[in-house]
């Protein structure tokens, strides 16, 4: 059965299949030892599980009670990332699956500013985009992650646009499709100036490729 969404932030029943890709492995090497972490937007707990499997305390927040019904092990907080406001710092918060990379200028400011909001005066800030040159070559990809296999087509660059359809095919456990219409690319130079704006400030690329930064509070 295939499902069709707009929304980046993917399906349940594909959130509940997808596996972690590296990345609890560098967000634990880069929040200090012993620090809780806020993980925004966890969706069903794929990178949360991975971490309180490292020994790491951390709270879960998504907008979708459907998506927290399936994170264990860690406090949840059922809220908008924009609104929360939990009145609390945290050694080290999360903003992942591109969710920085909003069309709407409002709202990615929204996103980092409750970033700087909850985190602690010596923590830190991680971030994942997508990389600066999405779209620009317009052939269709394919990868395989964790027994789903994952292709790109109609992929189209406007700008700092991106406009793509991403399919997910789990074999019998189902398929997904969603479309990305016109999700803003973020060069370099505007990461420094979306940090500026939110109070944040860079500290460092984490990955050769460039997806993933570290910020800190001003």
């Known amino acids: 059965m295939t499902r069709a969404a707009t929304d980046a932030g993917a399906p349940l029943g594909l959130c509940e299949i997808l596996q972690a890709a590296g990345e609890p492995e560098l967000i634990h090497r880069e929040v200090r030892e012993g620090e809780t972490i806020l993980d925004l937007g966890c969706g069903t707990g794929r990178i949360t599980h991975a971490l309180v499997a ?7 927040v998504d907008m979708d009670p459907a998506m927290l019904e399936h994170v264990e092990g860690a ?10 406001d939990l009145g609390r710092r945290f050694g080290g918060v999360l903003l992942m699956s591109n969710l920085v990379n909003d069309p709407d200028d409002e709202e990615r400011h929204a996103l980092l500013v409750s970033c ?23 052939t269709p990809t394919e990868r395989e992650l964790g027994g789903v296999t994952i292709r790109t087509s109609e992929i189209r660059r406007d700008g700092a646009h991106l406009y793509v359809t991403i399919d997910y095919d789990a074999g019998p456990r189902g398929s997904w499709r969603v479309r990305l ?8 130079d505007d990461v420094l100036a979306e940090l500026g704006a939110a109070r944040l400030r860079f500290l460092r690329w984490l990955d050769p490729e460039r997806r993933w930064f570290a910020a800190a509070p001003v």
């Open 75 to 84: 406090e949840t907080v059922q809220a908008r990332i924009e609104d929360l």
């Open 116 to 138: 700087r909001r909850h985190v602690a005066p010596s923590g830190v800030v991680l971030v994942q985009r997508l990389a600066p040159d999405s779209g620009l070559d317009t």
């Open 181 to 188: 219409e016109g999700v803003r690319v973020l060069s370099d």
């Open 54 to 60: 490292l020994g790491r305390r951390v709270v879960a």
